[in-house]
């Protein structure tokens, strides 16, 4: 350590400056003590990345994430402050040095059973975390501290704030490189997105140095860009370690990251006696010493820095005691300084650090049926048109509204709900909503004539408008580990890709053994228990602050959302070249667009290039999915002939498939594989499974014309819808988390209005001269056909714009490393 210079400061928060520790690419490390004694190592902050804002945000929520590291091989962090002018954290002093000091200066390569020891503890470190989620991208041996019980891991994943300043004019100017080339894997050097797997690359290249006392492929005073190319082509040389490692370490230090080890597996592999000393006596006597200069160690106190002496004043004589006087007792506080300090976390970090709720996934149970419940009310809503029309005697051109009614509410509302969420709470608007659900639910029930139930459609869109983003910003603010994050993703997706199916299924079940009234009063005890559910057992996180209303985002987004759905809505009716149609879709699309430059320009829900390419993904797969069903219900009921209810279970494979998809492919792949990979594999299934649709004729089975395409989509729409719901709302301050799931939400709205546009308009062209019903369905089946293509075409799409945008800012990276 060396003294103060004139320049550092003497105080950084609560912590006195004693002496410095080094320094750094992000900024200088302080020795500081606390005012009761305690020993802490403190990370201050370059300026020139203080005074940057994004740095900043991505500062407080590594630090936040770094706090709940555990384990007994890491140096715990213990307070911070993103903050302040300087940014700073403070964490737990390890005295002693690194290894690379040990290594390189003093001992030279350490002995087999020292190495062992040293990979066991370091895959322990590293297993805690990645528990965390964070990646270290940074493991080297100057950020291993050498202790007499063993190793400690320093610095994980604080550097991942300074790698969101990639591609800035900060970054260029300073020319920094995250990570250090002796020490960083192939993946790493290429640019490409990181995993846990990365880590375990360093690890065995931290293994190699200690065991030879080398770099693993050489010195790189050859050339930066000589080194680099070796680590990403060549081969490791591990001439040296020991024999019993060499198969551990060649595993650790694989080209492709899915054949590496895991931690747990590599402690697994180097389990050693704890009871034994780990290092040299010699290396354990210099520790001791070590230890010891470092309690004898004062600053030292220049005559500049002393204070000049002060005349002492004349001592005065005591005035005279008061007169006693009782007082009221007053409530004790103890000195300062005096036991330990209260822990208060830091508001920016509030969020951060609460830990997870216990009952946060009886709270996924409780999404879930609120997503079933909502797609069951308006499933109930749309089936029930032609027993309806028999009961009411409402002729069938007069409830023709009550489509447009229900989807213009909830298309016109929905951002609008998202910013409500953020303003009073997403839990709070969840329950209001599910309220009112079953109050449009008992109004249509109760309706004596078809205007009455357009309106009660049209609150139910409301509603559901209020309902579908706080459902799905819970997920996201709940579930913040990389692993049941995954998990917790793969549910809503797999709702969100097959729940039309289980809407019909449930829907037509009721309608087969209840009136339409009762089957409409049948979701009221649905609404109640998912409200009972909400009150008891969901958990809304609070954020940092309550987000204020972006008026502006909220007034262009809604209206161009309305002005699109009901333009497509009344596309086919009025013609496409109808003043009002094209007034409308023009509006919508200019609106929209406005939209998403706006909230580009905005810190949510589209600041990131990646979710900009998940609304499109999502927006451009809705056309797709749109198909899709029309095609399969079609064929299924007036090809085959099956009732609503047997049409509902005949779709039950696609929703099979969705849920292996999501839960057993995406979920378990996503912190293995980029986001954009799985996202574009599983829209190229899908788009196979619409394929398979395209030649289906009045012949064709379910067997071998519906069944293979069904669980072709159903696997491809689970396997790309989960990694979309991740990455789209990973990374996002709880305060805008219900205007992102509201925008996200609102993609697939978009490309199914104008999928159900298209197939309106090419089936009335195909059947307005055509008589008879086996010609008349073999139209039908032509035109699905053809729309099918353009789904094939959206889906395809989709799936290009997802490769390119959904870079390395997925869902797994943002959310290991922030939340």
Same mark, same amino acid.
């Given at each position: 350590?060396?003294?103060?210079?004139?320049?550092?400061?003497?105080?950084?928060?609560?912590?006195?400056?004693?002496?410095?520790?080094?320094?750094?690419?992000?900024?200088?490390?302080?020795?500081?003590?606390?005012? #009761?004694?305690?020993?802490?190592?403190?990370?201050?902050?370059?300026?020139?990345?203080?005074?940057?804002?994004?740095?900043?945000?991505?500062?407080?929520?590594?630090?936040?994430?770094?706090?709940?590291?555990?384990? !007994?091989?890491?140096?715990?962090?213990?307070?911070?402050?993103?903050?302040?002018?300087?940014?700073?954290?403070?964490? *737990?002093?390890?005295?002693? $040095?690194?290894?690379?000091?040990?290594?390189?200066?003093?001992?030279?390569?350490?002995?087999?059973?020292? @190495?062992?020891?040293?990979?066991?503890?370091?895959?322990?470190?590293?297993?805690?975390?990645?528990?965390?989620?964070?990646?270290?991208?940074?493991?080297?041996?100057?950020? @291993?501290?050498?202790?007499?019980?063993?190793?400690?891991?320093?610095?994980?994943?604080?550097?991942?704030?300074?790698?969101?300043?990639?591609?800035?004019?900060?970054?260029?100017?300073?020319?920094?490189?995250?990570?250090?080339?002796?020490?960083?894997?192939?993946?790493?050097?290429?640019?490409?997105?990181?995993?846990?797997?990365?880590?375990?690359?360093?690890?065995?290249?931290?293994?190699?140095?200690?065991?030879?006392?080398?770099?693993?492929?050489?010195?790189?005073?050859?050339?930066?860009?000589?080194?680099?190319?070796?680590?990403?082509?060549?081969?490791?040389?591990?001439?040296?370690?020991?024999? !019993?490692?060499?198969?551990?370490?060649?595993?650790?230090?694989?080209?492709?990251?899915?054949?590496?080890?895991?931690?747990?597996?590599?402690?697994?592999?180097?389990?050693?006696?704890?009871?034994?000393?780990?290092?040299?006596?010699?290396?354990?006597?210099?520790?001791?010493?070590?230890?010891?200069?470092?309690?004898?160690?004062?600053?030292?106190?220049?005559?500049?820095?002393?204070?000049?002496?002060? $005349?002492?004043?004349?001592? *005065?004589?005591?005035?005279?005691?008061?007169?006693?006087?009782?007082?009221?007792?007053?409530?004790?506080?103890?000195?300062?300084?005096?036991?330990?300090?209260?822990?208060?976390?830091?508001?920016?970090?509030?969020?951060?650090?609460?830990?997870?709720?216990?009952?946060?996934?009886?709270?996924?149970?409780?999404?879930?049926?609120?997503?079933?419940?909502?797609?069951?009310?308006?499933? @109930?809503?749309?089936?029930?048109?032609?027993?309806?029309?028999?009961?009411?005697?409402?002729?069938?051109?007069?409830?023709?509204?009550?489509?447009?009614?229900? !989807?213009?509410?909830?298309?016109?509302?929905?951002?609008?709900?998202?910013?409500?969420?953020?303003?009073?709470?997403?839990?709070?608007?969840?329950?209001?909503?599910?309220?009112?659900?079953?109050?449009?639910?008992?109004?249509?029930?109760?309706?004596?004539?078809?205007?009455?139930?357009?309106?009660?459609?049209?609150?139910?869109?409301?509603?559901?408008?209020?309902?579908?983003?706080?459902?799905?910003? =819970?997920?996201?603010?709940?579930?913040?580990?990389?692993?049941?994050?995954?998990?917790?993703?793969?549910?809503?997706?797999?709702?969100?890709?097959?729940?039309?199916?289980?809407?019909?299924?449930?829907?037509?079940?009721?309608?087969?053994?209840?009136?339409?009234?009762?089957?409409?009063?049948?979701?009221?005890?649905?609404?109640?228990?998912?409200?009972?559910?909400?009150?008891?057992?969901?958990?809304?996180?609070?954020?940092?602050?309550?987000?204020?209303?972006?008026?502006?985002?909220?007034?262009?987004?809604?209206?161009?959302?309305?002005?699109?759905?009901?333009?497509?809505?009344?596309?086919?009716?009025?013609?496409?070249?109808? $003043?009002?149609?094209?007034?409308?879709?023009?509006?919508?699309?200019?609106?929209?667009?406005?939209? =998403?430059?706006? *909230?580009?320009?905005?810190? !949510?829900?589209?600041?990131?290039?990646?979710?900009?390419?998940?609304?499109?993904?999502?927006?451009?797969?809705?056309?797709?999915?749109?198909?899709?069903?029309?095609?399969?219900?079609?064929?299924?009921?007036?090809?085959?002939?099956?009732?609503?209810?047997?049409?509902?279970?005949?779709?039950?494979?696609?929703?099979?498939?969705?849920?292996?998809?999501?839960?057993?492919?995406?979920?378990?792949?996503?912190?293995?594989?980029?986001?954009?990979?799985?996202?574009?594999?599983?829209?190229?299934?899908?788009?196979? #499974?619409? =394929?398979?649709?395209?030649?289906?004729?009045?012949?064709?089975?379910?067997?071998?014309?519906?069944? $293979?395409?069904?669980?072709?989509?159903?696997?491809?729409?689970?396997?790309?819808?989960?990694?979309?719901?991740?990455?789209?709302?990973?990374?996002?301050?709880?305060?805008?988390?219900?205007?992102?799931?509201?925008?996200?939400?609102?993609?697939?709205?978009?490309?199914?209005?104008?999928?159900?546009?298209?197939?309106?308009?090419?089936?009335?062209?195909?059947?307005?001269?055509?008589?008879?019903?086996?010609?008349?369905?073999?139209?039908?089946?032509?035109?699905?056909?053809?729309?099918?293509?353009?789904?094939?075409?959206?889906?395809?799409?989709?799936?290009?714009?997802?490769?390119?945008?959904?870079?390395?800012?997925?869902?797994?990276?943002?959310?290991?490393?922030?939340?």
């Amino acid at each position: 350590m060396d003294q103060l210079i004139a320049e550092d400061p003497t105080r950084i928060g609560p912590y006195r400056l004693i002496a410095r520790l080094g320094a750094g690419g992000m900024g200088l490390v302080y020795l500081g003590r606390s005012e #009761g004694g305690r020993t802490v190592a403190v990370k201050v902050v370059q300026a020139e990345y203080a005074g940057h804002p994004e740095f900043r945000r991505r500062f407080a929520r590594e630090v936040a994430a770094a706090r709940r590291v555990g384990g !007994s091989w890491t140096a715990d962090v213990l307070d911070a402050d993103p903050e302040a002018d300087v940014p700073w954290v403070a964490t *737990q002093y390890i005295p002693g $040095p690194d290894l690379h000091a040990v290594v390189a200066k003093d001992f030279g390569p350490l002995p087999e059973h020292s @190495v062992r020891a040293l990979a066991n503890r370091l895959a322990l470190a590293l297993q805690a975390v990645h528990e965390a989620g964070l990646i270290h991208r940074d493991l080297k041996p100057s950020n @291993v501290l050498v202790t007499v019980d063993g190793p400690r891991v320093i610095d994980f994943g604080i550097a991942r704030a300074m790698d969101s300043l990639a591609g800035d004019s900060l970054h260029t100017h300073t020319g920094m490189l995250i990570g250090s080339p002796g020490f960083m894997s192939p993946e790493q050097v290429r640019g490409l997105e990181l995993t846990p797997a990365s880590d375990v690359f360093c690890l065995g290249a931290v293994v190699v140095y200690a065991a030879t006392g080398r770099l693993l492929f050489g010195a790189t005073d050859t050339g930066l860009n000589a080194h680099l190319f070796r680590v990403a082509e060549e081969e490791a040389d591990l001439t040296g370690v020991p024999e !019993s490692l060499v198969d551990l370490v060649r595993a650790c230090l694989h080209k492709d990251p899915a054949k590496r080890p895991t931690p747990q597996e590599v402690a697994a592999r180097t389990t050693t006696d704890q009871a034994t000393e780990w290092l040299p006596g010699a290396v354990l006597a210099q520790l001791g010493r070590h230890a010891a200069q470092l309690l004898d160690y004062a600053p030292v106190e220049t005559p500049a820095a002393r204070p000049a002496p002060q $005349p002492q004043p004349q001592p *005065q004589p005591l005035p005279p005691p008061p007169a006693y006087a009782p007082t009221a007792p007053a409530h004790f506080v103890p000195a300062q300084g005096f036991g330990p300090p209260p822990a208060l976390p830091h508001p920016a970090t509030v969020h951060d650090q609460a830990p997870p709720h216990p009952r946060r996934w009886w709270g996924l149970v409780v999404v879930a049926l609120v997503q079933l419940m909502a797609l069951l009310d308006g499933a @109930v809503f749309s089936m029930a048109v032609p027993s309806i029309q028999a009961d009411l005697g409402v002729p069938v051109g007069d409830l023709d509204s009550l489509y447009t009614a229900g !989807s213009l509410a909830f298309g016109g509302l929905l951002l609008l709900g998202g910013h409500l969420a953020d303003l009073v709470g997403r839990k709070n608007l969840l329950a209001v909503g599910l309220v009112g659900c079953a109050a449009a639910a008992a109004f249509g029930g109760s309706a004596g004539d078809a205007d009455m139930l357009v309106w009660a459609h049209a609150l139910q869109g409301v509603f559901a408008a209020l309902v579908t983003p706080a459902a799905l910003s =819970l997920v996201a603010v709940n579930f913040t580990g990389p692993k049941e994050r995954g998990r917790a993703f793969g549910v809503y997706a797999a709702i969100a890709a097959g729940g039309s199916a289980l809407g019909l299924l449930c829907g037509g079940w009721l309608l087969e053994f209840l009136s339409w009234r009762l089957s409409l009063y049948a979701v009221i005890p649905v609404a109640v228990l998912c409200l009972i559910g909400t009150l008891t057992l969901l958990h809304d996180r609070p954020g940092r602050t309550r987000a204020g209303l972006d008026t502006l985002g909220a007034l262009l987004g809604s209206g161009g959302l309305a002005a699109l759905t009901y333009g497509l809505g009344d596309a086919e009716p009025r013609g496409w070249t109808d $003043p009002l149609t094209v007034v409308l879709l023009s509006a919508g699309v200019l609106l929209l667009a406005a939209f =998403l430059w706006w *909230q580009t320009r905005t810190s !949510s829900p589209l600041d990131r290039i990646d979710r900009v390419g998940c609304f499109l993904a999502m927006a451009l797969t809705g056309v797709g999915v749109v198909t899709l069903f029309a095609t399969l219900t079609f064929h299924l009921r007036n090809v085959l002939g099956y009732a609503p209810a047997a049409t509902g279970v005949a779709l039950l494979p696609l929703v099979g498939a969705a849920v292996i998809g999501s839960t057993q492919v995406s979920a378990r792949l996503l912190h293995r594989v980029a986001p954009r990979v799985l996202i574009a594999a599983g829209l190229v299934l899908a788009a196979a #499974g619409l =394929l398979l649709l395209t030649p289906l004729d009045a012949d064709s089975s379910y067997g071998l014309g519906l069944l $293979p395409a069904m669980l072709l989509s159903g696997l491809g729409t689970g396997m790309a819808f989960m990694p979309v719901y991740a990455t789209a709302t990973a990374g996002v301050a709880p305060q805008h988390s219900g205007t992102t799931a509201a925008t996200i939400a609102a993609a697939p709205l978009v490309g199914g209005a104008f999928g159900a546009a298209l197939l309106n308009g090419i089936f009335a062209d195909r059947v307005r001269e055509v008589s008879g019903r086996e010609m008349l369905i073999g139209e039908l089946l032509r035109g699905h056909a053809t729309t099918l293509w353009w789904g094939v075409g959206g889906v395809l799409l989709a799936g290009l714009i997802a490769g390119l945008m959904v870079t390395a800012k997925g869902a797994r990276t943002a959310n290991l490393n922030a939340n």
